[in-house]
């Protein structure tokens, strides 16, 4: 199964299909491990065999994915080491940026963290972010709960204590998060380390329904979960950020959106421009062109797949499978044997059912419209919080 995977790993660019002929691809699961795995092959044919008899490695040699770590008494000796891995590799793909100290006072990044062996022969430690790393974080400005900015920023103090061998280095970690945090419009952000959150919250509690609202101001989030405990009523509130800008006016990965493959398509023409039935998750309102009547619907289907079957609906009313559907009903009693002229509109996607759910009670709810059952409308607003 692994070797039908790896050997089978295709990606889009430029909108043009390619077999990936050397290495592991990007986002299939078994990747990183396959990575360890054929790392620790070629360690076992260099470094685990020749520590026993070369005196390269003093005392330590580890890695952690694709970074690796050994104490040896110079460059060339590092050189040497990871030479000897490198050379084990068949493709000739293994290539080693090496960081090896100037002097003894001089440390070296290792993941989060930089090193050096001070005189005594202990380790010392401290906090290190790359260089190529940007200084971005969660802004102060964002649109987030004051608890969640506070907790970022007190898990980046954390990292850096644990990060950190003495009360000196200790000091110079902070140093590098007080400037990060600074940079994100955080004043005086040392006092956070100690800030208690006195906003009222919801303790979560056993049974309780989870009920995620997006988060609109400090304020209105006291209101409501104050509203909560003062009504006993089991539900634990969370505040989420609503969506931010670049995911409502851009997409990283435009040429990744579905598009409609279907020649002489039924439904695309009746679709705003810009708009194509491929798309999944979809909420969606139907016009009669006829009467202008009407019907708001979702699917965690096709747009195409789920319109198609509205138009079926109308098209033939009269079929037995059919007889019951709101389309079906609509036409039978106010269009029977008149050809069905719909339109067809995209209110909004939602991978989540329940989500989806509410936008759809929503609409419906507030644009009333005529052709969907009301059986159906008084069912929807159970998702509705009034």
């Known amino acids: 199964m692994l070797e039908f995977v790896f050997g089978n790993a295709y990606f889009i660019f430029n909108r043009r299909l390619y077999l990936q002929l050397v290495g592991l691809f990007m986002g299939c699961k078994p990747s990183p491990i396959g990575a360890i795995v054929r790392m620790y092959t070629f360690e076992r044919r260099s470094v685990y065999t ?4 070369l005196p390269v490695v003093e005392r330590i040699y580890g890695r952690y994915v694709d970074d690796a770590a050994a104490v040896v008494k110079s460059l060339d000796q590092a050189q040497a080491l990871f030479d000897s891995i490198a050379k084990q590799d068949p493709d ?8 090896f100290p100037e002097t ?15 005189d005594d022969g202990e380790v010392q430690h401290k906090y290190y972010r790359k260089k190529q790393k940007k200084q971005i974080t ?19 103090y954390r990292t850096a204590d644990i990060s950190s061998s003495s009360p000196e280095l200790k000091e110079e970690s902070y140093q590098v998060v007080d400037h990060l945090l600074r940079c994100n419009g955080y004043s005086n952000p040392r006092r956070l380390i100690d800030h208690k959150h006195n906003s009222p919250s919801c303790k979560s509690k056993d049974g309780n329904v989870v009920l995620k609202l997006p988060y609109i101001s400090e304020t209105v989030s006291a209101e409501i979960v104050k509203f909560v405990k003062k009504l006993d009523l089991p539900i634990n509130v969370i505040f989420i950020p609503g969506k931010k800008l670049s995911e409502l006016f851009c997409s990283s990965r435009p040429h990744d959106q579905k598009q409609c493959i279907i020649t002489n398509c039924g439904i695309c023409p009746k679709l705003p421009e810009g ?9 969606y309102r139907i016009t009669c062109n006829i009467c202008k009547q009407q019907y708001v619907g979702e699917s965690s289907r096709s747009l195409h797949d789920r319109l198609t079957e509205h138009l079926r609906y109308a098209t033939h009313p009269e079929t037995t499978s059919n007889r019951d559907e709101a389309m079906a009903v609509h036409h039978r009693q106010y269009h029977n044997g008149v ?7 995209l209110l909004i996607t939602e991978s ?11 609409y419906i709810f507030n644009e009333k419209p005529e052709i969907n059952d009301k059986e159906e409308c008084k069912l929807l607003q159970r998702y509705l919080v009034n």
């Open 50 to 53: 020749d520590v026993h008899y």
């Open 92 to 99: 000739k793909r293994i290539q080693w940026e090496i960081d």
């Open 104 to 118: 003894e006072e001089e440390f070296t990044p290792f993941l989060g963290t930089q090193i050096r062996i001070g």
């Open 138 to 156: 969660l802004h102060f400005r964002s649109h987030h709960t004051t608890k969640t900015k506070v907790e970022v920023a007190k898990s980046f």
């Open 275 to 283: 708009v194509n039935c491929a798309i999944m998750y979809p909420v």
């Open 339 to 345: 050809t069905p002229n719909l339109s067809f509109e």
């Open 352 to 362: 989540n059912t329940i989500l989806r759910k509410v936008y759809e009670a929503y």
